[in-house]
Structures are given as structure tokens and as C-alpha cells.
């Protein structure tokens, strides 16, 4: 699934790039638990070499510096390739493709282990950037990519995942199709629950082979044919499911204010963007968006000027609700901001469907 493209990579990842990885302490657990996974099964040690594309703060790069493990982070915004750097990570800013991977290879710096964790979904040159895992790889080195699971988006209406940094909305066949045309072999996937519903896809260098083709592969492609998800009537009711989650957001925001009951929001995430802006949400319904991000404070929600202020608003405010726009991050959130249920408030999500806490 290919959406057209406005604008170029370079205007949206800039040195204003202001998402950083490190501000979820559940994605740091993601990150640490796959490190600790892939030195495990890929046997990686000191005498390994280590890249990640899109390597954004140092998140999930700093725990194979702590375990001793050369690592190498490519990140093209200025701000959170700094961020990596002051954790003491070798960070080259530019955009990964053929031509870089072809420099590093020239270099000496061919990979034991390249990953890419949600970025798949935002290189407009997809094949160009594929392509060079496979240039980059050692002729024994593994590929892996995490992105969110098409199958999952369209299941569960997740359609706040589809916005203006996303070029594609990937399904396992067509990414294993991706990789078996620009030198890799897809030999393994994995179904995760981070994002709403992923994969993380591992391949090797076509025509190597060290590793035997799992049978997870053979029967992905099965249920994604099963799921009709190659055809154009499994997408046919996914408008009306998101009028209806808009809808049903709207309904409970407006009687909230009906009611005299106070609804913020937390979370100036991508995704809340895109369903403020398709439910037309204004500062009247939401009076401001917090998030614990600095870089973020003090901005406002494209679109709909919705303020981005710090946590501290919540306590001073004593809202009734809190709308959690980055839904898939609800359980580290609710933690987070439990103090709240102390004068009664709630916590709301609006996508897969409206729930209250």
C-alpha cells in the first residue's frame, strides 16, 4: 500500500525533528530485550560490528555499547544524532541508501548485524535503501526490520498510523518481495505488539544461505493471502470504521463539555495528530496536549494549534480526562500519570475504539 508523495525526506527529517525514542520507557525496553535477544541467537560479541539505520537518540544502540559491542548509529536529524553522540555513539548524519553502504563497505565496516526499527515505512526510495542492507551486510550478517503490520493497521483501524512521514503501509509478502529484489533473503518473522501490531523481519544476503528459512515465513504469506489483504475488498470498509471512530470521539468530547467536565490530552505524538486533525478537534473540545518531550514544549499540534506543554499543566489543571493519543503506549502512560486518578480523573482512548479507564 503506497501513499503518494508531498513532500521530501529532507523537509521532514530536519534538524526541527523533534520525535526522540528515548522519552518511552517502554520502547527502551523493547530495545534492551532485543539486544539482549540478538547477541543470543547471532552469537555477538566484541569482535562484532553493529549498525542501525535511523538510529534517532541512541535508544536501543547504547545497550550494545555497554556490553562492549562496536556499534555504529546512521541518523539524518542533527538533534537527536547529538543526542546519540553525548551518549558516547559513533553517529554518521546522513540518509542511508546504496551510496553509503557502498562507502562503508569501502571502509572496512561491513555489518555483523544491520536493524531498522520503524523507518522501513518512511524511505520514499525503498528499494535504494534495502538494497543497501545487502551491500552492508557481511556474507554472514543479519538484516532486521521492524515496522507496523498492514494486516494489523487495517484489522483494527488504526488509521492514525497513516500520516505524512509514512510513504508505505507494508504487508510481510510485499517486504519479502522488497528484499528478495535488492539481495536479501528473508529467513525469519516475528509478530510483536509494540505500535499497534508489527513484524520484525530477519533476512541474509541472497545466495549465502547460513540460515534455513523458518516455517513462520511460509505461513505469514498464508494468512496474509487468507486475509485477502492482496485484494481490494479487504480494505472496503476501513473508511466507515474510522467515521466511526471519529464519530464516537467526537460524541464523548462534546457531552464531556456538555457536562462541564474538563478533557486534555497527553501524548503530541504523530498518530494523535492525525486524528485531531481528521476529528476537527480544536483548543475548545482540547484546551492542550502535554508531553514530556522538551523539545516539543511550547509548539502546537499542526493543524489544529492544539499547545504542547509540560506534564506539570496536569497537576495544576486537575483535568476529568485524559485522552491518550499515543494508545499503544496506554499502559506505560496510565503508570505514569496515576497521581491523576487521585482527584478522579480518567484516562480515554479513541483508537482501535473509544475505551475509558
Not at 528484499?179 to 509478530?191: A, P, R, T
Not at 490530552?265 to 481528521?278: F, I
Not at 516539543?296 to 509540560?310: A, D, E, F, H
Amino acid at each position: 500500500m503506497q501513499a503518494e508523495s508531498y513532500s521530501r525526506a529532507a523537509e521532514l527529517f530536519n534538524e526541527e525533528y523533534a520525535y526522540y525514542s528515548s522519552f518511552s520507557d517502554q520502547w527502551l525496553l523493547h530495545a534492551k530485550t532485543y539486544v539482549s535477544l540478538m547477541c543470543e541467537r547471532f552469537g555477538l560479541t566484541h569482535t562484532s560490528q553493529i549498525v542501525e539505520v535511523a538510529s534517532n537518540d541512541g535508544y536501543l544502540l547504547q545497550y550494545f555499547k555497554t556490553l562492549g559491542i562496536p556499534c555504529l548509529g546512521i541518523e539524518p536529524t542533527a538533534g537527536t544524532a547529538a543526542a546519540a553522540r553525548a551518549k558516547g555513539i559513533e553517529t554518521i548524519e546522513e540518509f542511508f541508501g546504496t551510496s553509503l553502504a557502498s562507502r562503508l563497505r569501502i571502509e572496512g565496516r561491513e555489518a555483523d548485524l544491520i536493524t531498522a526499527n520503524n523507518v522501513l515505512a518512511h524511505v520514499p526510495e525503498i528499494n535504494d535503501f534495502v538494497s543497501g542492507f545487502a551491500n552492508l551486510l557481511k556474507s554472514t550478517g543479519v538484516a532486521t526490520f521492524e515496522f507496523p503490520h498492514l494486516l494489523q493497521l487495517i484489522a483494527h483501524s488504526e488509521f492514525d498510523t497513516i500520516y505524512h512521514e509514512h510513504f508505505s503501509y507494508l504487508s510481510f509478502t510485499t517486504v519479502q518481495q522488497i528484499c528478495s529484489k535488492n539481495g536479501l533473503e528473508v529467513f525469519d518473522v516475528e509478530e510483536l505488539g509494540s505500535h499497534g501490531g508489527s513484524l520484525r523481519v530477519f533476512a541474509q544476503r541472497s545466495g549465502h544461505g547460513k540460515r534455513a528459512v523458518t516455517r513462520h515465513v511460509a505461513d505469514l504469506v498464508q494468512r496474509e493471502a487468507v486475509a485477502g489483504i492482496h485484494t481490494r475488498e479487504y480494505y472496503a470498509g476501513f473508511q466507515a470504521r474510522a467515521d466511526l471512530v471519529k464519530n464516537n470521539f467526537l460524541g464523548f468530547l462534546v457531552e464531556a463539555k456538555r457536562q462541564g467536565q474538563s478533557v486534555v490530552a497527553y501524548g503530541a505524538a504523530a498518530k494523535g495528530n492525525t486524528l485531531m486533525n481528521y476529528a476537527g478537534i480544536r483548543p475548545d473540545l482540547i484546551p492542550f496536549v502535554v508531553d514530556r518531550n522538551p523539545a516539543k514544549q511550547g509548539k502546537y499540534m499542526p493543524g489544529s494549534r492544539l499547545p504542547i506543554v509540560p506534564e506539570k499543566q496536569i497537576r495544576e489543571s486537575r483535568p476529568d480526562f485524559i485522552v491518550i493519543l499515543p494508545w499503544n503506549l496506554r499502559e506505560e502512560v496510565m503508570t505514569q500519570l496515576a497521581y491523576a486518578r487521585e482527584w478522579g480523573c480518567a484516562f480515554v482512548t479513541a483508537i482501535p475504539s473509544l475505551e475509558i479507564f
